[in-house]
């Protein structure tokens, strides 16, 4: 189990005073209010670097992978914006591109990536990457190269590609997908909980009437579907980590299960729903 009580700093010249200072502040208001979640407004690799060796007991994730661009400005991007703009949710006239919702990660830093998730994750712990299929062709060929440079008791094991079933036809003509893929990393060996699940997790994708009428996020995944993750690859108490963690969803299935969480995201929007979220289920537990 790791406290969120006391994160212990880790310093780096490339870490701007701003921030390592704003990473203390958080961590003695958690001390003092005995949170059980912390959610910062930050550039994930740049606040990564704060996070000590081997705290993080279970990595859930969708980063804001390159392969998103070609969503960016279609036909049912602007029937989006279509929505939002009549619920009052946005103003202006401009049909915002996806890059306004969040910059893209280049596929060049998923070796980074996955170099600093190995370091933050606790011995014998999992990682859970949401993607789609170009995306994760990518993530195999870095933990394969992960494990050419470290050798293999060094680096992330590929266990495979999990299928998300969306239940719901998605866009296009050719063969449409419903279906996203979620790449199950391991890191030292640890056994899954249970053992009910298969390769395809079913779930319906998240829409409007599943958030109380707050319209998602362009990415949004469905929290039973998260809790399923958690349920089969941490214990009570457990750190989950979530460095792109947009409106919270990953920290409201860790809540929910009685873990603690700890998510960052780049967009101030985002962030301030994630907030909201995690404070009303610790307000009413």
């Given amino acids: 189990m790791t406290t969120m009580t006391s994160p212990m ?16 502040y958080a961590s003695d208001w958690l001390a003092m209010q005995d949170a059980r979640s912390l959610v910062f407004l930050c550039d994930a690799f740049e606040a990564m670097r704060l996070v000590p060796d081997g705290v993080v007991d279970l990595v859930i994730t969708d980063p804001p992978y390159a392969s998103l661009e070609k969503y960016r400005d279609s036909k049912a991007r602007i029937r989006k914006y279509e929505r939002e703009k009549a619920a009052g949710e946005l103003t202006g006239t401009r049909i915002p591109r996806l890059r306004d919702w969040f910059p893209i990660m280049p596929n060049e830093r998923f070796p980074e990536l996955l170099a600093e998730l190995y370091r933050v994750m606790a011995p014998d712990s999992h990682c859970y990457i949401f993607c789609d299929d170009e995306t994760s062709d990518i993530i195999k060929a870095a933990v394969v190269a992960m494990a050419k440079e ?5 680096a ?15 866009q296009g003509y ?15 060996k640890r056994k899954l909980n249970l053992h009910a699940h298969t ?30 993750l958690i349920e089969n690859s941490s214990q009570p108490d457990d750190l989950v980590f979530d460095p792109f963690c ?40």
Avoid at 150 to 154: E, L, P, Q, S, T
Avoid at 213 to 219: A, E, F, I, K, Y
Avoid at 261 to 284: C, M, P, S, T
Wanted: net charge positive; charged share 30%.
């Fill in 9 to 24: 700093m880790k310093t780096s010249s490339t870490t701007s005073d701003a921030l390592r200072w704003r990473w203390d």
């Fill in 150 to 154: 470290r050798g293999d008791k060094n």
């Fill in 156 to 170: 992330f094991t590929w266990w495979k590609r999990i299928v998300w079933d969306k239940l719901h036809r998605g």
């Fill in 174 to 188: 050719h063969y449409p997908n419903q279906h996203e893929f979620v790449v199950f990393l391991e890191k030292g």
């Fill in 199 to 228: 390769s395809v997790l079913a779930c319906k994708r998240v829409s409007k009437g599943s958030l109380g009428g707050r319209l998602p996020g362009p990415t949004e995944k469905p929290v039973s579907l998260i809790a399923k």
């Fill in 246 to 285: 947009g409106r919270g969803a990953t920290g409201v299935a860790a809540l929910y299960a009685g873990r603690e969480f700890l998510g960052f995201d780049v967009q101030r929007k985002a962030v301030r729903i994630a907030r909201a979220r995690l404070r009303e289920i610790q307000a009413a537990a």
